[in-house]
C-alpha cells in the first residue's frame, strides 16, 4: 500500500494516496461558516466544490498547531523577560549590597525547569535549544562568582565584571531567545489535503502541518488497534473512529486514518464495527 506521511503537531498520520486528489500550501484564504465543531475552520472551493476543511491538530492534539506554537513563543517572551529581571535584581543587590534572593541554581529557574523536560521533533528547533544550556548556566554561575567577589573586592571591581559578563552572556541567551522564536514562525508552513472517497470528488479538507514522505507498507507493517496498548500508545475515541492502525517505522510510529470515517453524521459515529475491512486495506 502506498502512503504519504504528513506531520501535525507531534504526531506522523498516514494517508492512502488514492484518498488524496491535492495537496495545497494554507493561507488561510477560507469561507467561515457557523458550526459548533471547533476543528471545522471554514470552506474552500476544490474545482468548484465547496469542501469543508478542518484542523487536524485540534482533532489530534485538541489544540491547533498554531495555537501551541503560539503558546511556545509567548512562554519564551517569558522566560527571557524573567532572566532580565532575575539579572536586574542581581545588579541591584551589588549595587546596594542587598541579598540576592533569586535562585542561583540553572535546573532551579523557571527557564531551566521548563528545558529540562522540553523535547522537540523540529530538529532546527531542537538545534537552537541545546544552544541554551552553556550560557544559561554560565548565567547562573556569575551570580555565585559576583557575590563571592562582592565579599574582597571593590565594588567598581565587582560591577565592571558584571557588566563585560552581562554583554557577553545574556546577549548571547538574547539572540538565542530570538532565534528560537524566529524558528517557530519559520518551520510553520501548514498546508492542505483535499481528500476523496471515489478518486474524483473531493470529501473533506484537513490541515496538516507538512507533508514528510511517500512510504510503501505491507499488511505485517500495520499494528491492529487492539495492539496499540503493547506499545504504550493511548488513543482517544474520537483518534479510533477514524484510525485504521499503527504503522512502525525506524524511530517513530504513524497513524494510518481513513478521512471517510472522520466527520460522518452523528449516529453514524457511534458505530465502530467492520471498519478495518470497509477501508479496503489489501
Not at 50 to 69: A, E, K
Not at 118 to 130: A, Q, R, Y
Not at 153 to 166: D, G, I, N, T
Amino acid at each position: 500500500m502506498d502512503l504519504i506521511n504528513f506531520r501535525v503537531g507531534q504526531k506522523t498520520i498516514s494517508l492512502k494516496i488514492l484518498d488524496i486528489l491535492l495537496t495545497e500550501r494554507y493561507e488561510g484564504n477560507l469561507t467561515s461558516l457557523p458550526n459548533e465543531n471547533k476543528s471545522f475552520i471554514g470552506v474552500k472551493d476544490y474545482m468548484d466544490t465547496p469542501t469543508p476543511i478542518f484542523d487536524l491538530g485540534i482533532v489530534l492534539n485538541n489544540q491547533s498547531t498554531s495555537d501551541t506554537n503560539t503558546a511556545l513563543s509567548d512562554l519564551l517572551v517569558e522566560r527571557e523577560k524573567e532572566h532580565l529581571e532575575w539579572l536586574n535584581a542581581l545588579e541591584h543587590s551589588l549595587v546596594t549590597g542587598t541579598p540576592f534572593t533569586k535562585s542561583t541554581d540553572p535546573d532551579k529557574c523557571e527557564f531551566g525547569r521548563w528545558y529540562n523536560n522540553f523535547k522537540t521533533d523540529n530538529e532546527d528547533l531542537h538545534s537552537i535549544i541545546v544552544k541554551f544550556d552553556a550560557p544559561h548556566r554560565e548565567l547562573h554561575a556569575m551570580a555565585r562568582e559576583l557575590l563571592e567577589l562582592q565579599k574582597s573586592q571593590p565594588q567598581e571591581k565587582v560591577l565592571s565584571v558584571f557588566e563585560e559578563k552581562k554583554r557577553q552572556v545574556f546577549n548571547q541567551l538574547v539572540r538565542l531567545f530570538e532565534s528560537a522564536r524566529e524558528q517557530i514562525i519559520l518551520d510553520y508552513k501548514p498546508i492542505i489535503i483535499f481528500t476523496t472517497k471515489d478518486g474524483i470528488t473531493p470529501h473533506i479538507g484537513l490541515l496538516v502541518d507538512q507533508v514528510e514522505d511517500n512510504i510503501n507498507v505491507k499488511k505485517e507493517d500495520i499494528k491492529p488497534l487492539e495492539q496499540l496498548t503493547s506499545v504504550g500508545f493511548d488513543v482517544d475515541p474520537q483518534t479510533k473512529i477514524m484510525m485504521r492502525g499503527l504503522i512502525k517505522m525506524k524511530n517513530k510510529h504513524s497513524l494510518l486514518l481513513d478521512p471517510s470515517a472522520i466527520f460522518r453524521p452523528e449516529h453514524l459515529m457511534r458505530h465502530e464495527a467492520e471498519e478495518t475491512e470497509e477501508y479496503g486495506l489489501f
